[in-house]
């Protein structure tokens, strides 16, 4: 095979990723104390050695962007996200918020169904919105009689988990990538051992260490290779890929709870735990066997020197690219949450029960869409842009269409407009995280973890402040119909968060113009 046979992407991503080699039947654990990582030159210099000598066999690559074994990943990937967020994350912030109200609030709010509802669990199961825990835990024996923090705190340790540990993954990866494959198998036993060992918990101490610390951590080294190998499979279409994998969070936000409230009217809580951990671990399990990375997986003796856990050169956690996304993704996480966990509520209130129902499907579909449709435009035009249009529109919605909203045709078109715009936006850290690492794909999880680690910091944050501000509205109008039921400073509060990520796309603009030019 001559040297022609590969474009310059190939060897660079050879170059970067330690590519293993085998001369003469000998890998380089046998031949040399060190892992051998080749240069884009010495790539050239080793195929043409090969045709000259035929001492050397380079294992062919698989395509990026195309093939089966690339969107094998990508359907893998879908279904872990689905398993992992799809079923936690609203559960977590929706722990979290239930501490930051008082009763008085908690009335009202449950009155259109997002907490406790009705006693079967239909009205919760009708807006799709509220998690099992909230409902079972704070209303029957034995958590009903703990205090609304301590429950609160099983859904704020397993969301802060992970969303941290992923970007400690990503070093640990690096140092050791043979631990791979034996890694994510670990944390889907893990997952499954803690969620379905939670079945047996009868005091909130328990909770904790199960569905928060064990599910917290299952999850997040579950989901890891997502991270990891996405930019491995994907380059030109690396945003489109994303964006179907990401919105396996709304398929799943969507379905899981019509799901989670049916089982707990036939089998009750216990058994719904059990049979859950069970379908999703091998939900799970499944998609573990797509998730294969590209590249030879190096291997090292016991002799060899690994890498450093932390590179010498992290130039991609340093760049002003870097740190302006980074703000950017916070302060749209502070804008999309607020509404996610909200917007039922107050449709129910400003029109009645299936409106609601119908307003959050929209939102959860248009969310779905969002992330295809944006993630794809992020392959095809400067991903600042697209940020920015996102970001605006998002805004524009929130404080005129939900701001002055008082009736249901207002909130069918906020529904839409916000739940696509806002709720594609996280399509667009893919290729940003790949632009921070400056060509080199093994930094890209780094950057992309290091952006999900402040996300999660606006996923918790953002529903205890407008937990707080509803609480402060106390259900009256700020004046000339806008911020109806009380609404109003959340409003605010949520389409100001926007406009900060559109200024702070604006400033991602301008540092990738800096970066791109270095």
Known sequence: MSASHYDQRELHEMSASAVTLKINGETPSRLSDTPMTLSAPSSMATLRAEDTHKSANLQKLAPVDKGVRAWTFCAAGFVLEMMVWGFGFRWAYTLVLFCSLDSKLMQTVDSYGIFQGCASGKLSATFGLTDYRTDYYTSHPPFNTSSGVAIAAVGTVALALQYGESFVLAFILG????????????????????????????????????????????????????????????????????????????????????????????????????????????????????????????????????????????????????????????????????????????????????????????????????????????????????????????????????????????????????????GGFSSTCTNTAAECARGRPEYVGMAFSGMALFKGISAVVGPIISGLLLEAGNGASLGHGFGRLGYGAVEIFVGSCALATGMGSVAVALARRRVLAC
Not at 176 to 181: C, E, K, L
Not at 333 to 342: A, E, H, K, R, T
């Open 175 to 422: 140092k050791y990538p043979d631990f791979f494959r034996l890694g994510m198998w670990i944390g889907l036993v893990l997952y499954f051992g803690s969620l379905f060992a939670s079945s047996y918990a009868t005091q909130v101490w328990q909770l904790i260490l199960l569905q928060g610390v064990g599910v917290g951590i299952g999850g997040g080294i579950l989901y890891m290779p997502v991270i990891k190998l996405l930019p491995e499979w994907f380059s030109e279409r690396r945003g489109l890929a994303g964006g179907i994998i990401f919105s396996g969070t709304g398929v799943g936000g969507f379905v899981f709870p019509f799901l989670l409230n049916y089982l707990l009217d036939k089998v009750g809580l216990r058994w719904t735990l059990r049979i859950w951990a069970i379908g999703t671990s091998a939900c799970s399990a499944l998609a573990l066997f797509g998730m294969r990375s590209r590249f030879p997986t190096p291997k090292y003796a016991s002799t060899q020197r690994r890498p450093k856990l932390i590179p010498p050169h992290l130039d991609c956690l340093k760049n002003s690219l870097f740190w302006t996304s980074v703000f950017t993704n916070t302060m749209q996480g502070l804008s999309y949450f607020p509404v996610s966990l909200y917007i039922a509520s107050f449709t129910a209130g400003v029109a009645n029960e299936l409106t609601a129902t119908v307003v959050l499907s929209l939102f959860n579909i248009s969310a779905v869409i969002g992330q295809i449709v944006l993630g794809h435009l992020t392959d095809r035009f400067p991903y600042p842009s697209i940020m920015v249009c996102s970001a605006t529109g998002s805004a524009l919605a929130a404080f005129f269409l939900w701001g002055f909203a008082d009736t249901a045709l207002y909130l069918y078109f906020f529904a839409v407009i916000f739940g696509c715009l806002s």
